[in-house]
């Protein structure tokens, strides 16, 4: 199995470098997901009115109640979703959401693309969080009351400039497969010492918005470099990523679909 590579020793990891124990309980891994719809059940064949897209995004940021967009179905609990978008603005006052049309499928659909950006001030650190989903909405004609996630990501970066980082975890995966899982920083070390940790979220974590207990190490080779498997049984994996630089903290989560047809690695 890869692991975390060349990794020294983590006490040589600055203090200065190294997130508090508070901030790290505070870093909202798994922020946006499930926040729109509470399960990724599978959408019916109507898509939502342009009109319906836009009154979603007006309820999102706080000009309309949900309820006149979204009802409850399959995968679909309005008082929850309202719970998690409030979770999510007291954490990030500044939120804002927008939707629109996504790529479409290969099959011809229709998607949607719903995007969240966001900061908070945390003692002298600044967080901005930037988070997507590809989605495949339904409607009952009236509503929206049904979603299939197509994939999905979050990042949140302290520091005064975004540190370059490439996430290299598929979007999706079949039953018991084995996987990589590499996350990459897109510049020269020149001696910085990085710090960074990757763990699987549970359900429970990423349905309560909870953050993890994550172990850091420190990195030698520019990244964190894992193969994992997939469980035998299709559903998802999330996972959540922390990588520490002088010039920043970025934590990362993403969420891996388990399916059991090649047909549904690239829809």
Same mark, same amino acid.
């Given at each position: 199995?890869?692991?975390?590579?060349?990794? =020294?020793?983590?006490?040589?990891?600055?203090?200065?470098?190294?997130?508090?124990?508070?901030?790290?309980?505070?870093?909202?891994?798994?922020?946006?997901?499930?926040?729109?719809?509470?399960? =990724?059940?599978?959408?019916?064949?109507?898509?939502?009115?342009?009109?319906?897209? /836009?009154?979603?995004?007006?309820?999102?940021?706080?000009? %309309?109640?949900?309820?006149?967009?979204?009802?409850?179905?399959?995968?679909?609990?309005?008082?929850?979703?309202?719970?998690?978008?409030?979770?999510?603005?007291?954490?990030?006052?500044? %939120?804002?959401?927008?939707?629109?049309?996504?790529? =479409?499928?290969?099959?011809?659909?229709?998607?949607?693309?719903?995007?969240?950006?966001?900061?908070?001030?945390?003692?002298?650190?600044?967080?901005?969080?930037? %988070?997507?989903?590809?989605?495949?909405?339904?409607?009952?004609?009236?509503?929206?009351?049904?979603?299939?996630?197509?994939?999905?990501?979050?990042?949140?970066?302290?520091?005064?400039?975004d540190l370059p980082v490439s996430l290299l975890i598929p979007d999706a995966v079949l039953t018991g497969q084995r996987y990589d899982l590499d996350v990459l920083i897109d510049e020269p070390l020149d001696g910085a010492i990085v710090a960074g940790g990757l763990v699987a979220?549970?359900?429970?974590?990423?349905?309560a918005l909870e953050s993890p207990d994550l172990q850091l190490g420190a990195l030698g080779g520019g990244g964190l470099f894992k193969t994992v498997q997939a469980p035998f049984t299709p559903g998802s994996q999330t996972w959540a990523v922390l990588l520490v630089h002088p010039?920043?903290?970025?934590?990362?989560?993403?969420?891996?679909?388990?399916?059991?047809?090649?047909?549904? /690695?690239? =829809?």
């Amino acid at each position: 199995m890869r692991g975390v590579a060349g990794a =020294p020793n983590l006490k040589a990891v600055s203090a200065a470098q190294m997130p508090s124990p508070q901030q790290l309980s505070r870093l909202p891994f798994g922020l946006l997901f499930g926040l729109l719809l509470a399960n =990724p059940a599978a959408a019916a064949a109507a898509m939502p009115s342009g009109a319906q897209l /836009l009154l979603l995004e007006k309820a999102l940021n706080g000009g %309309a109640e949900l309820a006149a967009v979204l009802e409850n179905g399959t995968g679909l609990d309005v008082t929850l979703v309202e719970l998690r978008r409030r979770a999510l603005l007291r954490q990030f006052p500044d %939120a804002r959401w927008q939707v629109g049309p996504g790529a =479409p499928l290969r099959d011809g659909s229709a998607t949607v693309q719903l995007q969240v950006t966001g900061s908070r001030q945390e003692g002298p650190t600044r967080f901005r969080l930037e %988070a997507q989903q590809q989605l495949v909405l339904s409607s009952s004609g009236s509503r929206i009351n049904g979603q299939t996630v197509i994939r999905e990501q979050a990042l949140l970066r302290s520091g005064e400039v975004d540190l370059p980082v490439s996430l290299l975890i598929p979007d999706a995966v079949l039953t018991g497969q084995r996987y990589d899982l590499d996350v990459l920083i897109d510049e020269p070390l020149d001696g910085a010492i990085v710090a960074g940790g990757l763990v699987a979220l549970t359900g429970q974590q990423v349905s309560a918005l909870e953050s993890p207990d994550l172990q850091l190490g420190a990195l030698g080779g520019g990244g964190l470099f894992k193969t994992v498997q997939a469980p035998f049984t299709p559903g998802s994996q999330t996972w959540a990523v922390l990588l520490v630089h002088p010039k920043g903290l970025v934590s990362a989560t993403k969420r891996v679909r388990v399916v059991t047809d090649k047909a549904q /690695l690239n =829809p």
